[in-house]
């Protein structure tokens, strides 16, 4: 047993002091971080290859194989030690000797750390207790750490550290690391799923004159040799329709917005978001496309369109709900009128008693929305699409040729989370000019999230925006759901925290 093993595990002073001191000896000795190994094997491929072979065959195979990765447990009985090495794909042991290392190459193996990383040479065995084993012929030490790894049995479990300590949360976490190999998955699958249907991937600028494209606070910052004020985008949905009106009749963009909002186990300052426009096509379309890329994403990533989401079971294989706003609030309220639906009045009083807000410039379809928002959202826990949002709230969505208050566009839930907006986009130049101003009004009037008047936008419209429909999915919150992660931040690799106390 080492000194640092006969230490308290909570007295991480003496345990860093005890390790500073090995790591000046190595250094005095030479070069304390050597990049010299070279690795040729994953700990996966030898499980996945020779998992199922005995020991005589193991033993008559005079393969070798080159390990390398974090000491992750270490035990010794005399001249025999017992190591679990962990690399990217998982673990697997070694079976160190001093008979085949040599009596000082053991000497210095034994007062390696749990936590330090390692490379190791040898073939493959199996123990007595019949778990596949290297048999190490030549191990050397690559870093010595420093700081000690959690505690094996209390492990890291506190939130706050797991996020603000990332990179231990992954060491000793081997299922947070799972959830973002899905990530990834989840983000490849939706690259060839629209690169299938023919859509052209593009970057638009982040940093952007005008913030605009969604209503939300910007966070601002300042050219200096422009001298001038930009904006860190909250969408790229103004420059993505441009490209459409310039002849990219599918595009697509998957990249970072930045919305100054408040922190949440739904949102994060800087989100990963997916839009894609499709000319010739509308809000119907679009819902389809995103029922299809939604099933079959979880049908990539998971296996199946059946999985679990927060304790309850979800079956996306079947079709998805499709309700009208009003719809959904008059299933979700047997006291709401629909025959006062319009009536600015009624909808006032009705979303006071929710526990909505009623301002006095809240129009009719505004304060509907605020009913549905206090009512209904969190209900939506089946994948659901909700249409006919009111004109009102959605300033760059097309008006319905039969109801001009409403507007063909849709918002997707999963979970009781929108995951998803789109419509058929605005097209014409005038009505477009007309709901700026407005938004201009309302900013006026203290609203921080309201749009500014965009100019260029306008003059790309008359130059001809082609019928066309978009897409907005939040790509957090889908992995959220394909991941069962209950917070924003179990699928951000670094979310934004507080300062630490």
């Not at 407005?438 to 003059?459: P, T």
Request: glycine letters at 8%; one cysteine or more.
């Amino acid at each position: 047993m080492t000194e640092e093993q006969k230490q308290p595990p909570q007295d991480e002073n003496y345990v860093m002091a005890a390790r500073r001191e090995k790591l000046d000896k190595l250094r005095a000795a030479g070069n304390a971080y050597p990049n010299d190994f070279r690795r040729d094997t994953m700990a996966e491929f030898l499980h996945g290859s020779y998992g199922e072979r005995d020991a005589a065959s193991l033993e008559a195979d005079a393969t070798e194989f080159r390990v390398a990765g974090r000491l992750m447990a270490k035990r010794g009985q005399g001249k025999v030690s017992f190591v679990e090495l962990q690399d990217q794909s998982g673990r697997i042991q070694l079976f160190v000797q001093q008979n085949a290392l040599g009596e000082d190459a053991y000497n210095d193996f034994k007062t390696w750390d749990v936590g330090d990383i390692v490379g190791a040479a040898g073939t493959l065995m199996r123990t007595k207790a019949g778990e596949l084993s290297l048999r190490v012929s030549r191990i050397q030490l690559l870093n010595k750490t420093l700081r000690p790894l959690p505690d094996k049995w209390a492990g890291l479990t506190d939130t706050e550290i797991r996020y603000r300590q990332r990179y231990v949360d992954l060491i000793v976490n081997p299922e947070v690391r799972k959830a973002f190999e899905k990530r990834g998955q989840t983000v490849r699958f939706i690259r060839n799923f629209l690169d299938s249907l023919g859509f052209q991937e593009v970057e638009t600028p982040m940093l952007q004159p005008i913030p605009g494209g969604a209503t939300a606070r910007p966070f601002i910052t300042h050219h200096n040799a422009l001298d001038r004020e930009l904006y860190l985008r909250i969408a790229p949905e103004l420059y993505l329709k441009r490209l459409v009106v310039g002849g990219f009749e599918k595009v697509y963009e998957i990249n970072r917005n930045f919305r100054n909002e408040g922190l949440s186990t739904r949102h994060n300052p800087e989100f990963t978001m997916l839009e894609f426009y499709q000319a010739y096509a509308d809000y119907r379309d679009a819902m389809d496309l995103v029922e299809t890329l939604v099933r079959d994403a979880a049908i990539t990533v998971n296996g199946g369109g059946k999985l679990s989401y927060g304790g309850r079971d979800y079956d996306l294989e079947r079709p998805f709900n499709r309700w009208t706003m009003k719809e959904a609030v008059a299933r979700n309220n047997p006291d709401f009128d629909t025959a006062k639906a319009d009536d600015r009045e009624y909808l006032a009083a009705f979303c006071r008693k929710v526990g909505g807000d009623a301002k006095k410039d809240y129009g009719a379809g505004k304060l509907l929305t605020e009913i549905f928002e206090q009512t209904v959202e969190a209900t939506l826990l089946d994948p659901t699409f909700i249409t006919e949002y009111p004109t009102e709230v959605s300033p760059l969505a097309r008006r319905s040729d039969a109801n001009p208050d409403v507007t063909d566009r849709f918002e997707f839930f999963m979970g009781g989370r929108e995951v998803a907006n789109g419509f058929s986009e605005l097209n014409d130049p005038d009505d477009q000019a007309g709901r700026f101003k407005a938004q201009v009004l309302a900013k006026d009037a203290g609203d921080d999230e309201a749009m500014v008047f965009d100019a260029d936008y306008i003059r790309a419209l008359e130059y001809g925006l082609p019928p066309t429909a978009g897409v907005g999915i939040g790509i957090d919150r889908l992995v959220m759901f394909l991941t069962d992660s209950a917070s924003i931040r179990d699928v951000l690799l670094f979310p934004q925290m507080r300062p630490e106390a």
